[in-house]
């Protein structure tokens, strides 16, 4: 498997609290993806990386942050979390961006209350 | 995870028997598509993966065919088993860093 570490595994929040969750990689890949899973809407692409501090939203990226000061990790923040942010988060990896597979972490299941 | 498969099409299939999950892809500029399985509680395993200059792809177990000009992706699991029980779904690159991904399909394996 490839070497992607997500943390933590599973979290409860409150409305209005910011979360962080973080994603961590052994592989060196230069592409990291953050994606959001829901019933019905598949894998819905949140923000992604290309390189050290580079960075672009995807296609639900309001209510989302992220940074990436390493090439190991990529973090995603959800600066003040709403009920609708509830779901599952994964984390992904890719060497050369669209040209090769992308590699998934295990996954943060994320529930606000 | 969990909540993956609650309104997802569902394949049921007998043990033994050969499986075939299939996907529309929505870009006809695509030219890399992977398929995957995530069984529940886990992220997206990769399965195997076709370029668009081939219409064919052979793993161990598992044959991607590719219909460029129906826009269309399948994934034939042979002597189907009970560890192939998951949720499978493809994903389509058209040389950009995204990647697009379809909602999946269940796959449940009948002893």
């Known amino acids: 498997d490839a070497g992607i570490t997500q943390s933590p595994r599973h979290k409860v929040t409150e409305t209005g609290t910011p979360v962080t969750l973080r994603c961590h990689q052994t592989e060196n890949h230069r592409y990291m993806y953050w994606y959001r899973q829901d019933p019905g809407h598949g894998l819905r692409l949140i923000h992604y990386s290309y390189g050290v501090k580079d960075t672009d939203k995807g296609e639900v990226s309001d209510g989302y942050s992220v940074s990436r000061s390493k090439t190991e990790d990529f973090l995603l923040t959800l600066e003040s979390a709403t009920s609708s942010q509830t779901s599952v988060y994964f984390c992904a990896i890719s060497d050369q961006g669209g040209g090769t597979e992308a590699f998934f972490g295990q996954g943060t299941r994320l529930t606000v209350v | 995870g969990e909540n993956v498969g609650l309104h997802l099409p569902t394949l049921s299939v007998q043990e033994g028997d050969n499986s075939i999950i299939n996907c529309a892809y929505s870009?006809?500029?695509?030219?890399?598509f992977i398929w995957y399985k995530q069984e529940s509680g886990k992220g997206p395993q990769f399965i195997i993966d076709i370029r668009s200059n081939m219409d064919k792809r052979q793993g161990q177990r598992v044959t991607v065919l590719l219909n460029k000009t129906v826009k269309h992706l399948s994934l034939q699991i042979a002597a189907t088993q009970p560890g192939d029980s998951a949720v499978y779904f493809c994903?389509?690159?058209?040389?950009?860093?995204?990647?697009?991904f379809g909602t999946g399909t269940r796959l449940k394996v009948l002893a």
């Open positions: 994903a389509e690159t058209n040389g950009t860093y995204k990647y697009i």
């Open positions: 870009n006809s500029a695509s030219d890399y």
